[in-house]
């Protein structure tokens, strides 16, 4: 009993410190591309020394390496995407848009996997999106707010965070359900996690160097102060938390693994209003679309967790 209290405290640690990972972005001062391409090569490193240290295998075959690279793109584009969200919006609409990845995984699950379309979580996808209308027509009383016009269209800065959050989302959700495909087929999945995060960085570095300004190393970031919050980012938000939870996913239930995770946006945004004050200071509209996702993505673990009790 004492262990396995202990491994879920450990669990919702590792989800708190992914709700840090939102405020750091804000604090980071470089670009959302300069952020990942940073964190990614630190994480490869940090996570490269530890397969070593540990005597653990880097083997896998060339078909795998190929997804794998490709999962690294995914990961790469849904960081960008979340941090670039952050810089432009704020922390709380960034991560009520993230909230929605679980619910993107059950939809887009039968579609890669060609399995069977659960239509009880197309229904709660409506409900979700119900949800993200209600923030989106949500004007939060903030010094920030910026109205901007894209092709004939009106929107304010919060409105297209939005819409890139979920973006992230999907993105996200696409990686996850290639990154299972993957992990089973592997005895150690942080070997997997080395070779995604490893390509993410190489992807950042091939593109800055073909389309940008042809030299990655422009990438690296110049203050110390974006250099002891990438470094906090790095090892205590990212190689860390993927270590670890590989370890707790052996003792604990995928249900209790999903719930704590939904938590992550509950920490963020609670951190964030602490820490950002008025920045971050939100109409009540916003927490009700807020809540009615979580409830939304939360029931769907319910009912899925259900429906494998009952087959087995």
């Known amino acids: 009993m004492k262990t396995h209290l202990k491994d879920h405290f ?24 300069d952020l990942v391409f940073n964190r990614t ?21 060339a078909k795998d390496l190929l997804m794998m690279w490709v999962c690294g793109m995914l990961i790469s584009l849904h960081w960008i ?24 995984s059950a939809i887009l699950s039968p579609l890669l996997n060609k399995t069977k379309v659960e239509w009880t979580e197309l229904a709660l996808g409506l409900l979700v999106v119900s949800g993200i209308v209600i923030i989106f027509y949500e004007e939060p009383d903030a010094g920030k707010l910026k109205h901007l016009s894209y092709l004939g269209f009106d929107f304010t800065n919060y409105q297209l965070g939005l819409f890139i959050a979920l973006f992230s989302a999907t993105l996200s959700a696409t990686f996850s359900i290639f990154n299972q495909r993957l992990v089973k087929r592997y005895p150690y999945p942080v070997q997997v996690t080395f070779y995604e995060i490893a390509f993410a960085f190489l992807s950042i570095g091939i593109y800055e160097l073909v389309f ?51 938590l992550e946006p509950v920490y963020g945004i609670i951190l964030a209003a602490f820490l950002f004050g008025a920045s971050e200071d939100m109409n009540p509209q916003f927490y009700i679309g807020v809540l009615i996702i979580l409830t939304t993505v939360i029931a769907n673990g319910v009912i899925k967790a259900r429906k494998r009790t009952k087959r087995s």
Not at 16 to 26: C, E, N
């Open 10 to 33: 450990n669990l919702h640690f590792i989800v708190f410190i992914w709700g840090f990972t939102a405020i750091l972005g804000k604090y980071i001062s470089i670009s959302a591309l």
């Open 81 to 104: 995407t979340f941090f670039g969200a952050i810089k432009i919006a704020n922390v709380s609409i960034t991560l009520a848009g993230i909230a929605t990845g679980a619910l993107w």
């Open 41 to 61: 090569g630190l994480t490869a490193l940090v996570i490269g020394l530890f397969l070593l240290v540990k005597k653990r295998s880097f083997k896998a075959n």
């Open 212 to 262: 940008r300004s042809g030299n990655p190393f422009s990438l690296i970031a110049s203050t110390q102060s974006d250099w002891i919050y990438l470094l906090i980012l790095a090892l205590l938000c990212t190689a860390y938390p993927f270590i670890k939870s590989v370890e707790l996913l052996k003792r604990l239930s995928p249900f209790s693994v999903m719930l704590a995770i939904n």
